[in-house]
Nanobody, 123 residues
């Protein structure tokens, strides 16, 4: 059974930092593009970040560019999202996602989803 399990969410203040982690199990994601998608209450899903299977190429949503950094450790089957300079509008449930494809394609639908972790930024 494929599982993506996120951790690291929580309640923080404006300007604080958080690092989310996503541990994959059930299959190796070493050859899969992975990323993060978020959904704020009452809003649609928003692309946050993604990287290719090797972690050598990065893609970011406009609203997080320059503040968030995606990375991965394939030896640990783990994906990370470092979030700096957090704003109230970053408040959302953050989902770890993965493709069966090795390269990120913005037109592709994510094949695997984690259960999500809540990030709340208080002003």
């Amino acid at each position: 059974q494929v599982q993506l399990v996120e951790s690291g969410g929580g309640l923080v203040q404006v300007g604080d930092s958080l690092r989310l982690s996503c541990v994959a199990s059930g299959r190796s994601f070493n050859k899969s593009a992975m990323g993060w998608v978020r959904q704020a209450e009452g809003k649609g899903r928003e692309f946050v970040a993604a990287n290719n299977w090797s972690g050598s190429a990065f893609y970011y949503g406009d609203s997080v560019l320059g503040r968030f950094t995606i990375s991965r450790d394939n030896a640990k089957n783990t994906l990370y999202l470092q979030m700096n300079s957090l704003k109230p509008e970053d408040t959302a449930v953050y989902y770890c996602v993965a493709l069966q494809l090795p390269y990120y394609d913005p037109k592709a639908h994510w094949d695997y989803w984690g259960q999500g972790t809540q990030v709340t930024v208080s002003s």
